[in-house]
């Protein structure tokens, strides 16, 4: 589900956007005084366990309402503070975790998606039916936000996450208008693409039939993957009767490889028994909240997703709140498998955890909602290839 979802279900100030499957009409029994609680604490109560053979601390402390996160080419991370609750801002910190440049955005609706293009020479922004873009982190002179592409559909859901593809386009996620229904915008429910040396572009259409993609990004070969929101199959935000009809209650979130043209199944793959969705690598806890996700070696032949469960309440039990870990293979036709998920991460010691990215380190650093950054650092070494001792990446 969208952001603002959660505000909808819970009429929360504060975390209320970013809950992305919130519970069902009626169905919540924490009420919105606890999730005000998991924003208002940083970093979340409880000591963090990390996986075993990692070690973690919390490098980056202080954020308001953070939604994504990414490095450049220099090393310097990149951290989007999009929560309509707060005033945007990107900012940028040095290897030392520093400030070293902030730029408001203004307030509004949420910002969802960001990508930094080589030293921050382009950055884009996606908020709210609208992608603006930004200039000049290269020379730490950044200019202020301007209108990309605008007029997107939205609705209960929008645009979210975005990603360089290996053509030079930048590629973004479209968020369904409704809960369960048909859409009349074929943007809507898509993956759309764009040219960024274009100054307004019209995207076009890459991929359709999924309802809630929080995140994209492309793999080392360039095959295209996504998180997806399943319905919940309530009727919120439909905007008829009748369009729940054989709403599967309880569907998985998914982690989906896309194709160029493919139509992924939503929302016909969800009526009734026997229809299958497109496109699945991955089936990911119920209302569990799929957001952002990041790709990362962790040893040479070691590919592995890190998805991250916002966590919701539904029919009165907490889900999410976790990062999962998907092994993935690339195949030389181009295809991609991947094994089933597991848990790697939390739910102890994390609040909402939103969006992962790979170092320039070789860390994984793990974006916290209410309010930090924490980097986990491999120490188990890598298993010992062709009789010759490995070590870990750094």
Request: hydrophobic residues 35%; contains cysteine.
């Amino acid at each position: 589900m969208a952001l603002a979802e959660a505000a909808l279900r819970h009429a929360l100030p504060v975390a209320l956007a970013l809950a992305l499957e919130a519970c069902s009409s009626g169905g919540c029994s924490a009420g919105p005084h606890r999730h005000h609680q998991h924003f208002a604490s940083a970093p979340a109560p409880g000591p963090l366990v990390a996986p075993p053979g990692w070690r973690a601390a919390t490098v980056v402390d202080g954020l308001i309402g953070p939604t994504q996160l990414q490095f450049d080419d220099r090393g310097r991370l990149f951290v989007l503070e999009g929560s309509p609750a707060a005033p945007h801002a990107l900012r940028v910190f040095d290897p030392t975790w520093h400030t070293v440049l902030t730029v408001p955005l203004g307030q509004g609706d949420e910002s969802t998606g960001l990508l930094v293009v080589g030293s921050g020479e382009s950055v884009f922004v996606a908020t709210r039916g609208r992608v603006d873009r930004l200039s000049g982190f290269d020379r730490n002179a950044p200019s202020p936000p301007e209108p990309w592409i605008d007029g997107l559909p939205h609705g209960l859901h929008t645009n979210n996450g975005l990603a360089l593809g290996p053509d030079g386009l930048v590629y973004f996620s479209v968020g369904s208008t409704c809960d369960f229904c048909a859409q009349k915008d074929p943007r809507s429910a898509a993956i759309l693409r764009a040219d960024p040396k274009l100054a307004r572009p019209s995207p076009e259409v890459f991929a359709r039939g999924l309802r809630n993609a929080y995140d994209v990004a492309f793999t080392p070969d360039g095959v295209l993957v996504a998180t997806d929101n399943s319905s919940e199959c309530d009727g919120h935000g439909s905007p008829a009767d009748g369009e729940l009809s054989g709403c599967r209650q309880d569907e998985p979130d998914r982690f989906l490889l896309v194709r160029q043209g493919s139509d992924l199944g939503w929302p016909e793959a969800y009526r009734g028994p026997g229809r299958a969705v497109q496109g699945v690598l991955a089936e990911l806890p119920a209302h569990g909240g799929a957001t952002g996700f990041g790709l990362a070696r962790r040893c040479p032949r070691e590919l592995a997703a890190y998805l991250t469960l916002w966590g919701t309440q539904h029919g009165g039990n907490e889900r999410g709140r976790r990062v999962m870990r998907v092994p993935l293979e690339e195949s030389t036709d181009g295809g991609l498998r991947a094994g089933a998920p597991t848990l790697w991460l939390g739910p102890e010691g994390l609040g909402h955890p939103i969006d992962v990215t790979e170092g320039s380190d070789g860390a994984l650093y793990v974006l916290d909602f209410d309010g930090r950054v924490i980097r986990l650092e491999r120490t188990a070494p890598c298993a010992p290839e062709s009789g010759e001792a490995a070590s870990p990446r750094r």
